[in-house]
């Protein structure tokens, strides 16, 4: 009999036990609303670039006899890069060069002989000419002398024709010295482009020739990162950027000057800072994307000379900031029927449904700009109802939400 009491009263205290579990509800996750910092970041793979490279190449054909340069140099605006053989060009320019003296100090003198020469015989045909006119009208010479004296008045004046013409022609800028100067300046032009110089400070990033190559205009010789200005240490620094492929989903936060840290896959424990420089005006419909430039900001020169072109490099960029919000994990939200957002508020034992406004977001927490306030506990539930009792089991929340 004392058996069967005892099973009884340990049944009765079993189901005692049940009914204030019950009535106490079930154990929930939750935890307190509190103030700390949240960030929106936009993660994206990106490959380095320069803001400037030149390729450089050859104007002419030509054959090389001496490259000054290689990759990793760096170069001063003007500084030789690559010589080109010039022996033929400089043939031509001296042949120019050698006509336009002999115009000068031959042609031109002589042309202006032969004028003086020829003015002086013009003079001397027309006096014999009026003497022998005179003669005839005296009756004392015949008119066939008179015609001959006048036929050759009239070759002088033609002869002093020519000769002034040849003059004119050969005179100080004229066309035939101007048409001279033209080849000479056109030769040296060829000539010049012989030597390849620098056209901006910079650092050689590739070369493709070498001493006793032909080239051709079609070739590119070498390629230089143009230098952005000179840094802390007074060394010039090249115009490093990343350029990434954003999705255009995640466009809408984007803005210029939003700092990035930029992590190179071949360097994964060492952040680079940046800033969003320059956002296409365009989006790629064959892939959905937009490319956003960020400028690389490391003063360390070290940090910089680790980012190589074509280096693949995570960005994150750093789309918005709170340093203070009341901030959720996003697992603590839930969407009613009416599209609003609602959280699970636990108060005086019992759990009620709030409609909370969002501010920032990001993939895991919330913004909450109004409907609880700091010290509020909200529980983590999917399968409880509004105004039941339950019981809560704090979470530990992170001081930093990124």
Avoid at 160 to 187: F, G, P
Wanted: with cysteine.
């Amino acid at each position: 009999m004392r058996i069967i009491y005892g099973v009884v009263i340990a049944a009765l205290c079993v189901v005692l036990l049940l009914g204030v579990q019950k009535w106490r509800g079930p154990i929930l996750p939750a935890l307190t609303v509190e103030q700390m910092p949240l960030e929106l970041r936009i993660v994206a793979s990106g490959e380095v670039r320069y803001q400037s490279l030149a390729r450089i190449g050859s104007e002419i054909t030509g054959t090389v006899i001496a490259r000054h340069v290689r990759e990793g140099d760096r170069v001063s605006q003007g500084d030789l890069l690559i010589e080109l053989n010039s022996d033929e060009l400089q043939s031509r320019l001296a042949q120019a060069q050698t006509l336009l003296q002999q115009l000068q100090k031959i042609s031109r003198p002589q042309a202006q002989a032969a004028s003086v020469e020829a003015r002086d015989n013009l003079r001397q045909a027309s006096r014999e000419a009026r003497r022998r006119e005179a003669l005839a009208q005296q009756g004392m010479l015949a008119t066939e002398q008179v015609e001959q004296a006048q036929r050759s008045e009239l070759n002088a004046k033609t002869t002093l024709t020519r000769a002034q013409l040849a003059v004119d022609s050969l005179a100080a800028n004229s066309t035939e010295e101007r048409l001279l100067q033209q080849r000479i300046d056109s030769a040296a032009a060829e000539l010049a482009k012989t030597r390849i110089y620098a056209p901006f400070a910079g650092r050689v990033q590739t070369r493709n020739v070498e001493p006793g190559d032909l080239v051709q205009p079609s070739k590119i010789l070498l390629e230089i990162a143009r230098s952005d200005g000179l840094d802390r240490d007074g060394i010039a620094s090249d115009g490093l950027e990343v350029v990434v492929a954003l999705d255009e989903k995640n466009f809408a936060p984007l803005q210029l000057q939003q700092p990035v840290q930029l992590i190179a896959d071949a360097w994964p424990e060492q952040t680079v800072p940046g800033i969003v420089s320059f956002i296409a005006p365009a989006v790629d419909s064959s892939r959905g994307t937009i490319d956003v430039h960020i400028s690389v900001l490391a003063d360390d020169s070290k940090q910089r000379h680790a980012f190589l072109q074509g280096m693949t490099v995570s960005a994150n960029i750093i789309a918005a900031q709170r340093q203070r919000a009341l901030v959720l994990p996003n697992d603590y939200l839930l969407s009613s029927s009416t599209g609003q957002t609602q959280v699970l508020r636990w108060q005086d034992g019992k759990v009620s449904a709030v409609a909370v406004q969002l501010g920032l977001r990001n993939m895991t927490h919330s913004e909450i700009t109004s409907g609880l306030a700091e010290g509020d506990v909200v529980v983590q539930a999917d399968k409880i109802s509004d105004g039941q009792r339950a019981r809560v089991r704090f979470e530990q929340a992170q001081h930093v939400i990124r």
